[in-house]
């Protein structure tokens, strides 16, 4: 639920009649060389038939997003992604519904309250799913994206930027590098394991401290990133980020080695690149 709450990061077209000759042309094409639905038995003209039904599809979008869509994206703020999910769904009932009627007006279909039930039944059923695939997909590349945009914008900002973790050890060395090398940091039981870049290639020291410390000297630097009781991260250097809800699994940079995101970390991660 905290997903469908989120704002939809798209801004709305305002190019409906743009918009709507294109789907009109992708309804005629998929009818006029796919010929689903027994569309083959048809003894007309395929041509001019599909070009009816990609008409009937793109003045019912036209006429759907010029008065339905633009008077909803002015009046409703924020617009959220049950807003946009709702929208979808309800334009692609309005044209199957239209489309229906088309099909029965053309072929001298009878309209029987049972048949239509159904046909709305799984439009809505076949709706919900390619309106959920559409959004999701172009949610989560928008974070992409917006992820690419604001490390990037980061990682310029500290390249001149270094960092220095302390040894707690009386005769410890202390590790400074450039924040844009570091990699992670893992607990490892009195010690940590400094992972960062050097001259390219991925390096790891062990400093007497812990991570709790580690994070207290770097909690200035917002792209240093606690995404498990062990480990920590530069998020500037999160070059994959593979899993769901439960938690990820991150690769950086050239390192091999993958770091969990545990479960209670995730929100955090994901109000970060939101």
């Given at each position: 639920m905290s997903f469908l709450t989120r704002k939809y990061p798209f801004k709305q077209s305002e190019h409906w009649l743009r918009d709507s000759l294109f789907y009109g042309i992708?309804?005629?094409?998929?009818?006029y060389f796919l010929q689903p639905f027994g569309f083959s038995m048809y003894v007309g003209?395929?041509?001019?038939?599909?070009?009816?039904?990609g008409l009937v599809t793109s003045g019912c979008y036209a006429l759907y997003g010029w008065t339905v869509c633009r008077q909803l994206y002015r009046s409703v703020r924020p617009?959220?992604?049950?807003?946009?999910?709702?929208?979808?769904?309800?334009?692609?009932?309005?044209?199957?519904?239209?489309?229906?009627l088309l099909f029965s007006f053309l072929f001298h279909y009878p309209i029987y309250l049972h048949v239509f039930l159904l046909f709305l039944y799984w439009t809505v059923i076949i709706g919900i799913?390619?309106?959920?695939?559409?959004?999701?997909?172009?949610?989560?590349?928008?974070?992409?994206?917006?992820?690419?945009?604001l490390l990037g914008n980061t990682a310029e900002e500290q390249k001149d930027i270094a960092i220095t973790i302390h040894d707690t050890?009386?005769?410890?060395?202390?590790?400074?590098?450039?924040?844009?090398?570091?990699?992670?940091?893992?607990?490892?039981k009195n010690n940590v394991a400094v992972s960062y870049l050097n001259e390219g290639q991925p390096a790891t020291v062990e400093v007497h401290t812990t991570l709790t410390a580690v994070i207290d000297e770097l909690k200035d630097y917002?792209?240093?990133?606690?995404?498990?009781?062990?480990?920590?991260?530069?998020?500037?250097?999160i070059t994959s980020a593979k899993g769901n809800s439960n938690g990820y699994q991150l690769t950086?940079?050239?390192?091999?080695?993958?770091?969990?995101?545990?479960?209670?970390?995730?929100?955090?991660?994901?109000?970060?690149?939101?």
């Amino acid at each position: 639920m905290s997903f469908l709450t989120r704002k939809y990061p798209f801004k709305q077209s305002e190019h409906w009649l743009r918009d709507s000759l294109f789907y009109g042309i992708v309804i005629w094409a998929m009818l006029y060389f796919l010929q689903p639905f027994g569309f083959s038995m048809y003894v007309g003209s395929k041509c001019l038939i599909a070009a009816v039904f990609g008409l009937v599809t793109s003045g019912c979008y036209a006429l759907y997003g010029w008065t339905v869509c633009r008077q909803l994206y002015r009046s409703v703020r924020p617009w959220r992604i049950w807003h946009e999910g709702c929208t979808v769904l309800g334009l692609i009932l309005f044209i199957a519904i239209c489309n229906f009627l088309l099909f029965s007006f053309l072929f001298h279909y009878p309209i029987y309250l049972h048949v239509f039930l159904l046909f709305l039944y799984w439009t809505v059923i076949i709706g919900i799913i390619m309106t959920a695939l559409s959004i999701g997909i172009a949610y989560n590349r928008s974070l992409r994206e917006r992820m690419e945009e604001l490390l990037g914008n980061t990682a310029e900002e500290q390249k001149d930027i270094a960092i220095t973790i302390h040894d707690t050890n009386v005769r410890g060395n202390d590790l400074t590098i450039p924040i844009n090398s570091l990699l992670y940091i893992e607990a490892q039981k009195n010690n940590v394991a400094v992972s960062y870049l050097n001259e390219g290639q991925p390096a790891t020291v062990e400093v007497h401290t812990t991570l709790t410390a580690v994070i207290d000297e770097l909690k200035d630097y917002e792209n240093i990133f606690q995404c498990h009781r062990s480990f920590v991260v530069n998020v500037n250097n999160i070059t994959s980020a593979k899993g769901n809800s439960n938690g990820y699994q991150l690769t950086l940079g050239p390192c091999r080695t993958s770091i969990p995101v545990a479960r209670s970390y995730v929100p955090h991660l994901k109000s970060f690149i939101a």
